[in-house]
């Protein structure tokens, strides 16, 4: 094993970008659970949210039009949740896995004419100054600009739910929504912005797939995206600065197993592949109970 | 007359249609492990297919099914071909293997050919293409290519087929560039292009300047494109929408003259089991064309060695050549045979690495 041609700097470097996608639909599942509400469709939003994008950048030669596409793609189809369980108060499990099912199935009907086609170019940005400073510069400062608006989603969901007063009506919502209709805010509405906020990053994140990351769209190359962002909303406790270890630490392994295998490293891959998920399991067995948003999955109705 | 009887009458009717149908024309079915549009091994395939079709016009219906998994699925696949009427159908990724023999058994009439795999019954045939001898020619290249004299390979399965193509190619980039090193990542999948991607970039970044795959989507190529300074060479299809450069040759795979003769052997009652394993000469295995990104004096002992292949002067592993462990496997002048070259499962002297379990 030759541990020495691994680049730490080129290792870290890459670690931001393949953690990109997953915060991005981690971030939106956060806001979506923390108004009480369990999307297990962020799989079937990601991939729609990859082919919009796929489709609208090839269309326009825009990839930024293209991340626009796909988060508009995204939160029409999280609007088929919304309104089936906050409107006609289906069960919100069976209908989130019914949306990724949807999601995998729509996304290869759309996607049929772009296999092998190129995506336009999503240069990286070199940041003058920053980009220079050694060591940091190439691991923080020298990426395309998606992995930047990932990090500013993730500062304003965080300074949101921590200081403006929707955020706290949003959380108000999430912990008791019985109280919070009874205080006079409309529980419905805001579960729908919030599930369509979290569409909108999961396309985000399948967009980042399929223009960036790969660039190329095929069916189901999301390959559990989605599943992995519902693990690292859980793994951070419902916080959005534990959710970017979160997404480090998953992305990281991925890209920390290639790395091992190129190098000539003894260490099974099954092994380190399986690290985030056994963490994410000893965090929920650790974590004090009573964490998660107290109406989170239930079905309301102003009725009762 | 009853919902029964009509129901009943137009099942007949139905039956008999088919059955006619079925006496006219053969029908042969594809089982693809990709999408036809991958770009690479399922599209060779699928243009294959497209080849019997316009061969033999009205007398062959032609049937397939894309992306089906290796394992439980395929079979479920197979069998509903077999049902509908197939006469004949290529399972074309090495994992079907034990459901084509499956499957084979249950429909005795049904011929089964088999790409890349090993078992054969009555009705199953096997057929693959010596692959090994494009990867001499790579390695070739690409050792004289590198200036890092690191090489990347995407590896795919740890199986005889994919070994072979690593041994071929060391063995090639060795011989040009003794101080060359390879690189190897398994990427357990056939087509990914998010962990193609994955795997071409952390190459480049432990300082592969040649990226060789054994996976069959175009992603490596985009990365190495987006690298600026990597050198790759289309796998299974010419990938010629990433030439002159980095895609500086490729591995073409040609199925379409043996699908036709298989597709005529059963139409005229001739088909036999048979082990197929063609290479350069008869044209199973194709050479891309070498773009002028690579220096004219390699271009030209490149094609020297394509045609050498081609002829049958000279064979890919030409001893002496030892094992990983140093033993001697090969003596000098010896050429190695075909019943070690399709169960090998060892690396030859100078890889790093195991061969994972």
């Known amino acids: 094993m030759d541990l020495s041609s691994i680049n730490p700097i080129l290792l870290l470097a890459s670690l931001m970008v393949a953690a990109t996608p997953i915060m991005l639909a981690a971030i939106g599942e956060l806001v979506v659970e923390r108004a009480g509400v369990l999307n297990l469709g962020v799989e079937g939003m990601t991939i729609t949210g990859a082919v919009c994008g796929f489709v609208v950048a090839v269309a326009t030669s825009s990839p930024w039009l293209g991340f626009l596409g796909a988060a508009i793609g995204g939160a029409v189809l999280s609007l088929i949740f919304g309104i089936l369980t906050q409107l006609f108060l289906s069960n919100q499990v069976a209908t989130g896995l019914a949306l990724t099912l949807f999601g995998l199935g729509l996304s290869a009907l759309m996607g049929q004419g772009y296999i092998g086609i190129k995506a336009p170019e999503f240069p990286d940005w070199y940041i003058p100054l920053l980009g220079d400073i050694p060591v940091i510069g190439p691991i923080v400062f020298q990426h395309d600009p998606m992995v930047y608006v990932g990090l500013a989603i993730v500062a304003g969901v965080w300074a949101f739910l921590k200081y403006s007063r929707a955020g706290l009506i949003l959380r108000a919502v999430g912990e008791n929504h019985e109280a919070a209709h009874a205080l006079g805010y409309h529980v419905v509405r805001v579960r729908m912005l919030a599930i369509m906020f979290g569409g909108a990053c999961a396309g985000l994140g399948g967009a980042y797939l399929s223009l960036v990351r790969v660039p190329q769209w095929t069916e189901g190359m999301t390959a559990g995206a989605g599943w992995i962002a519902l693990a690292i909303v859980v793994f951070a406790s419902w916080r959005p600065g534990r959710l970017l270890l979160g997404a480090y630490l998953f992305g990281g392994v991925t890209v920390l197993q290639l790395n091992l295998q190129a190098a000539g490293a003894a260490i099974g891959v099954e092994y380190l592949s399986m690290a985030p998920y056994l963490a994410t399991i000893a965090v929920l067995v650790i974590m004090r109970a009573g964490r998660a948003p107290g109406s989170l999955g239930q079905s309301f109705h102003a009725s009762r | ?357």
């Open chain 2, 1 to 357: 007359m009853t919902m029964k009887t009509i129901l009943a009458g137009a099942t007949l009717a139905l039956g008999l249609a088919t059955g006619a149908a079925a006496q006219d024309t053969t029908t042969v079915g594809f089982v693809y492990v990709g999408p036809i549009g991958d770009g690479g091994w399922t599209y060779e395939h699928n243009k294959g297919r497209l080849a019997v079709e316009e061969h033999f016009g009205d007398a062959v219906e032609t049937v397939f099914v894309e992306s089906v998994p290796e394992g439980a699925d395929a079979e479920r696949v197979m069998t509903q071909m077999a049902l509908q009427g197939a006469d004949l159908i290529f399972t074309t990724s090495f994992g079907y293997m034990d459901q084509t023999i499956a499957v084979a058994e249950k429909f005795p009439d049904v011929r089964f050919e088999h790409a890349t795999g090993y078992k054969r019954a009555d009705n199953v045939s096997t057929y693959s293409a010596r692959f090994y001898e494009g990867r001499a020619v790579q390695g070739h290249i690409a050792g004289q290519m590198t200036e890092s004299n690191i090489i990347g390979y995407i590896a795919s399965f740890p199986i005889p087929e994919v070994i072979r193509g690593i041994n071929s190619a060391y063995l090639h980039a060795q011989e040009v560039n003794p101080d060359v090193e390879f690189k190897i990542i398994w990427a357990y999948t056939w087509f990914d292009p998010a962990k193609e991607a994955e795997a071409a970039n952390v190459l480049i970044e432990q300082g592969a300047d040649v990226i060789l795959q054994h996976t069959d989507s175009t992603a490596p190529q985009a990365a190495a494109q987006a690298a600026g300074n990597v050198v790759t060479f289309g796998q299974a299809s010419d990938m010629s929408e990433f030439a002159p450069f980095p895609r500086v040759s490729s591995i073409i795979d040609d199925w379409a003259p043996y699908y036709i003769a298989r597709t005529q052997a059963v139409i005229d009652g001739t088909w036999e089991s048979t082990d197929t394993w063609d290479g350069i000469g008869p044209g199973m295995v194709g050479i891309g064309e070498i773009t002028d990104a690579v220096p004219a004096d390699i271009k030209a002992s490149a094609e020297d060695l394509v045609e050498r292949l081609r002829t049958g002067e000279y064979h890919a592993f030409t001893g002496p050549i030892n094992k990983q462990d140093g033993s001697a496997w090969l003596a000098d002048g010896e050429i190695a045979d075909d019943g070690t070259l399709a169960g090998m499962d060892f690396y030859v002297e100078g890889l790093t690495g195991d061969i994972p379990q």
